[in-house]
């Protein structure tokens, strides 16, 4: 004799509420019977069919591709839907490696910041740096946040969360030289994809803990010292967020970088 299931039973079974038991059924997805008073009743067809919804709305199918597969079902076709699963996984294994190595950097990244000597004026060789690049200023950083987002919409596929040293802006050398330095005129996130190219060089980098403001201190210091050491300021400034409110929320942990590129005056 065959069984039958209430909807009550279904969905506790499934952990499906029953609206979305209904919604099946408006699709033609679900089939089940009526009873008395018009009660619904569930078969083992559709214990089967809702194992194949679960298994395939997982993977991302949607309602409209489940349905099709349902309504004609033979071996060739669930084998085209298995190597359509294959693909799927076989995608999700991929991005799964790159969050991974993603996440690695930024915990290697944060582990450095420990190591980071604050304060102190270095002299460095970086390599051109692709970015997407918004060219947009602006003055405070919740206007910053509204362009971080337009960045990460360039490119689907950058994977940035928190903790990342990738994230910057660009105060232009004119400001700088001026002492407007959080006078911004663009923001910036390094990702292989961009557009936009940071050129290679001799840069000057000094890093420092706490909020912003303190630009104005540590910015002319920098100049200050490629002044005497005899460089050539030959860029804008680029500020890379090594530490910030998405990291943390204690100011006096955040952490900048000041650089820009120099050339040995003649």
């Keep these: ?4 299931f209430k909807i009550g039973e279904i969905s506790r079974m499934y952990h499906i509420g029953a609206d979305s038991l209904r919604y099946y059924e408006k699709l033609g997805i679900l089939r089940p019977k009526r009873g008395e008073n018009q009660y619904r009743f569930y078969r083992t067809e559709d214990i089967w069919r809702l194992n194949v919804i679960r298994e395939l709305r997982g993977l991302g199918f949607s309602m409209e591709q489940i349905g099709v597969y349902l309504k004609e079902h033979n071996v060739s076709t669930t084998r085209m ?4 699963e294959l693909c799927i996984i076989q995608k999700k294994q991929e991005e799964l490696r ?3 190595r993603n996440v690695k950097e930024r915990v290697c990244m944060l582990a450095k910041c420990g190591e980071k000597e604050m304060g102190k004026v270095e002299l460095c060789r970086l390599p051109d740096r692709y ?26 596929e950058t994977l ?16 700088a030289r001026s002492n407007r330095c959080r006078e911004y005129s663009g923001v910036f ?12 060089g001799d840069y000057l980098t000094l890093s420092y803990r706490g909020d912003c403001e303190q630009n104005y201190h540590f910015l002319p210091k920098l100049l200050n010292y490629a002044k005497e050491k005899g460089y050539g300021m030959v860029s804008d400034v680029y500020e890379l967020l090594w530490v910030d409110i998405h990291v943390s929320e204690r100011v006096e942990e955040h952490i900048t970088e000041l ?8």
């Design 1 to 4: 004799m065959e069984k039958y």
């Design 131 to 156: 970015c997407q690049y918004i060219e947009e200023g602006y003055r405070q950083d919740e206007e910053m946040d509204v362009l971080i987002k337009r960045l990460l919409n360039k490119n689907p």
């Design 98 to 100: 790159r969050l991974q």
């Design 189 to 200: 996130i390094i990702d292989q994809e961009g557009d936009t190219v940071i050129p290679g």
């Design 81 to 84: 839907m298995l190597e359509d």
């Design 160 to 175: 940035y969360i928190i903790g990342s040293n990738r994230i910057g802006s660009i105060i232009p050398e004119e400001s």
């Design 259 to 266: 650089q820009f590129r120099i050339e040995q005056k003649a």
